[in-house]
Each structure stands twice: as structure tokens, then as C-alpha cells.
């Protein structure tokens, strides 16, 4: 059972690093990045295979209606899925990506909100830049100066995410051989300062936890990864960048209420000092938020 004295441990062994400030920004003109306030991503997918039915929207009028949904319940920015990261879900090329996200920005395109990207195509990147798209979530490591440069030029900004492989959808397995945090850090390390290479300073960085590593399928070993993760979040702000966390689901533990394991997390996340929360339960994590506000 998780204790209020690893908690004090891992504080004090870190004590360096808790009051680390990371660098703030507006993404079209609201702040989203801050070191007082905890911004909540509200999740959109457009693929037929993405497994959270609720957060799955099979027609552009449902994706416009949920975004407006999600910004009522509480969101800050709204992030669209074109692609399920399921290693079994087809595939979803450049043009149907395209053909599923366009639309959904074009009639949001007086929305009050950011809105975010999930890709790791820079075709794609960039058509949607232009409809009005003002975040990049990559999901992948090829030419990701590629993206910076791209986002720079439309004053937008980029969540990095740790990817261990070419992208989500053919990721290696994960290296157990380190803290991971230290291996995320070296990682963010080489991506900001290209990023920074290009002028870029909208950045996020994002430890990609819901992301499906074949050797972190065992489920007790990959939920304590996560856990350890969320809670050592912190040391990865010393960076200078603002983190944002996909928070997971755990449904081998929650099972029948598994639309309840993403506030969870987010407890944990929060305790690691998360600045970005994403999630499919946008009502239920900004409670969990706003509760742990008043203390």
C-alpha cells in the first residue's frame, strides 16, 4: 500500500527540484501554461477504434457537439485523435487523417479553445495548422525539427512526447534498465534544444504513458511504472518546460468502473506537480482538481 512516508522520501531525496518554475505561454491568446494553474485537455477521437467509446465521435457534427461539450465541463484545450495507438487498430493514412480532422477544425474554427493535433505525419501537421489548429501532440521521433519549425512558424505550440521507436504505433520495447525519468529527461533533453534551435518556446513535455510498450503488459508491473512516473513527474519540470500527463485507465483494477481510474491518476499526478492533465472524464478529473485546490 502506497504511504505518506514514500511520499516524504521521494521529496526529500529530490528536495532540489521541488520548487522548480517552468517557462509560461498562451496557445491562441489563454494561458495554458502556468506554474499556478492546472490545465485540463479534453480528448476527441475520430477513429472507430479508439477503445474509450465515450471520447469517440464517428461523424464531424458529434466531434463539434463534444467539443462544445467538453469546454463547458471544464477543458482548456481540446485535443482530436485521428489515429487509435492501439498496436491492433488499422492504420489511419496521411489523407484519411485528413479527411477525419479538417473538417472538425473547420467548424470549430471561431471556437474559444486551442485546439490540438495528435500525429506524428507533418503533412498532416501542417494542413491542420492551417485550418486552425494551434497544438501539436507529436507522437513520434522522425524528423520532429520537421514539426518545430512547422509550429514556429504558426506561432503554435508542441507537446513532445517520450516515445521509445519511430512513433506510437511502432514503438521498441521499453527500457527498463534505467530510471525511467532519467531516461525521459535526456530524451526531452535533445528535443528541446532543437526545438529551441528553431526558435520554438511553446513546448510541452509528455512521458507517454498510455502509450502500449509489449513489455509493460503485464498489468501490476506497467500501473506501478505508471504510478512512480506521476509521482517523480517533478523532476522532469527542472527542465523549464510545462508537463503535460494522458492520464491511463487501468481497466485489469477498476474494471466495471474503469471510467473512474483517470481522476484517480490524476491524484497522483497532481502530487507530482502535472501542469497539463489529459483526459476522456474532463468533468470528473477538473473535481478531482478543484479539490485538491482548497488545500
Known amino acids: 500500500m502506497f504511504s505518506i512516508e514514500q511520499l516524504a522520501d521521494l521529496a526529500q531525496k529530490h528536495s532540489d527540484l521541488l520548487n522548480a518554475r517552468v517557462h509560461e505561454f498562451a496557445v491562441k491568446g489563454r494561458l495554458v501554461s502556468s506554474n499556478s494553474h492546472k490545465s485540463i485537455m479534453g480528448v476527441i477521437n475520430l477513429s472507430a477504434d479508439s477503445w474509450y467509446r465515450e471520447s469517440v465521435c464517428l461523424t464531424t457534427e458529434s466531434a463539434i457537439r463534444r467539443a462544445h461539450i467538453l469546454r463547458d465541463q471544464g477543458a482548456d484545450v481540446i485535443d482530436l485523435g485521428a489515429e487509435s495507438t492501439l498496436s491492433h487498430a488499422a492504420a489511419a493514412d496521411g489523407g484519411l487523417q485528413n479527411s477525419r480532422l479538417l473538417p472538425v477544425l473547420k467548424g470549430l474554427k471561431d471556437f474559444s479553445l486551442p485546439i490540438s493535433v495528435e500525429t506524428y505525419n507533418i503533412e498532416v501537421a501542417g494542413k491542420c495548422l492551417e485550418a486552425g489548429a494551434s497544438v501539436i501532440n507529436l507522437t513520434g521521433t522522425e524528423n520532429s525539427e520537421e514539426f518545430y519549425r512547422l509550429a514556429k512558424d504558426f506561432d503554435a505550440a508542441v507537446i513532445i512526447c517520450f516515445v521509445q521507436g519511430r512513433n506510437v504505433r511502432e514503438v521498441a520495447d521499453y527500457d527498463l534498465t534505467r530510471d525511467p525519468i532519467r531516461s525521459m529527461y535526456d530524451y526531452f533533453c535533445r528535443e528541446i534544444e532543437k526545438a529551441q534551435k528553431v526558435s520554438l518556446q511553446k513546448l510541452f513535455i509528455d512521458p507517454g504513458l498510455g502509450f502500449y510498450y509489449k513489455n509493460l503488459e503485464d498489468s501490476a508491473f506497467r500501473v506501478r511504472h505508471q504510478m512512480n512516473v506521476f509521482l517523480n513527474t517533478f523532476r522532469l519540470r527542472s527542465l523549464g518546460f510545462p508537463i503535460c500527463h494522458a492520464l491511463p485507465h487501468a481497466f485489469e483494477y477498476f474494471g466495471d468502473e474503469v471510467r473512474c481510474a483517470e481522476p484517480f491518476f490524476a491524484v497522483l499526478a497532481a ?25
Open 271 to 295: 502530487l507530482g506537480k502535472t501542469d497539463l492533465f489529459r483526459t476522456h472524464e474532463v468533468a470528473k478529473t477538473k473535481a478531482v482538481l478543484d479539490t485538491l485546490d482548497i488545500l
